[in-house]
């Protein structure tokens, strides 16, 4: 077998510079991310003075980067990593040795974007009519995966679209990334909710470590919207009692806040159960794709990829891969393993009845009964009555959208 080979190609303002730079290039990183801009660092060396007397870039220069391999796991075996745009961000010489560092970033051709703050009033949109405005400022092509939202008003007050459109998408559930021109927004359950990609076993990795903290995660979420007739402010709760995480963000709705609270919850929780791999090329995958890790014992499970970095050297190509713990296994059925019957409950044609035990939710029910704990709703909606009246024989004026729920209530589960 021919001996595997790796190089980083680059377009350099638009003109191929691979053979210009290469020989300076001692080390390259890539950042592929969900939650944050793609990144690239060059490190080069400039013994000869030959940067620093005249080919110092300059801020906003465009590169495109690729990692490019040769017989990695065959003779003749050509494959391609291709970055995307960035725009020279910083750079800064030190020495001795004398060197060069290029930080680029991931950004739309208009610096705008990120640095002009805008003010303006959002009436009767939808999060899609946003967005699409927004990537049309700066010749994006808008990508939009997922459930359009509808937004009744809000309001941009000296924010920078980059910041504003982040946050929007953010408060609904949605990630926002700028890749290879374009404004690329999808919505974070659809992309969790898929199979996995591929396998990772334990003996394919060079080098782990795995986290668990309950710091910073929430059980449930607190949520108040204003109603526009009657001027009277409602809490809305969602999940249920011990960690609340409450939020200052403005609602339309009672649907509007349930929404928000929902989605709260989940970006908080992410981060409950985290895995860092250090891997060898080629890996199959990217930021945002599910993969299955295996041989880990009671940590194995279906991660979603939150950040890949890959860092090359002259002498060495290793990936490292951050992912958060989505569930237990990769279930087709769309249940994530959980029991098909459930104790305390009879099956009919059309729902099922269950009866309330000590210590239920109606988000733990949702969980158990569809596999999705946001579907709480639905079963709130199919016993509005019975939860509403028990709850004001119990003392309280209502029941929080059936956040409150009592031993022995007969629920029908459609």
Known sequence: MDPRKYNVSLFYNGVDASEEIGPYLSTFSYTD?????????????????????????????RITPSICMENWQYSGEKRTIICGDFMVDDFNFSGPPDALSINGISSPVNMDFKEMKRSQTWIQ????????EIAGRYGLELVFEGDDIPIAKMEQSRQTDSDFLKKLVEKYGFAMKVYSKKLVIFQRKLYEDRQAVCVIAKNEVRKWSYKSSMMGTYTGAKVSYTDPKTKETIEVLVGKEGRMYSTTEKADSIADAQRIGENAIRNANRKEKTITLTLNPPILFFASDNVKISGFGKLDGIYQ??????????????????????RDSDDETGDNGQEESVESSSQGSQ??????????????????????STKYGQIYEAN???IEETARRHGKSGSGQGYWIWEGTALFIP
């Open 305 to 326: 990829v939150e950040k890949i970095v890959h860092k090359l050297s002259r002498s060495e190509y290793s990936i490292q891969a951050n992912g958060w713990w989505l």
């Open 351 to 372: 729902g099922q009845e269950y009866v309330v035990k000590q210590g239920d939710t109606l988000w733990d029910l949702a969980g158990r009964f569809y596999g999705d």
């Open 125 to 132: 949109v939808t999060l899609q009519n946003v967005s699409q």
């Open 33 to 61: 991310a969900i939650d944050e801009s793609d990144t690239i660092v060059f490190e080069l060396t400039d013994r000869e003075g030959t940067w620093a007397r005249g080919w110092i870039p300059e801020k906003e220069d």
């Open 384 to 386: 509005k009555d019975v």
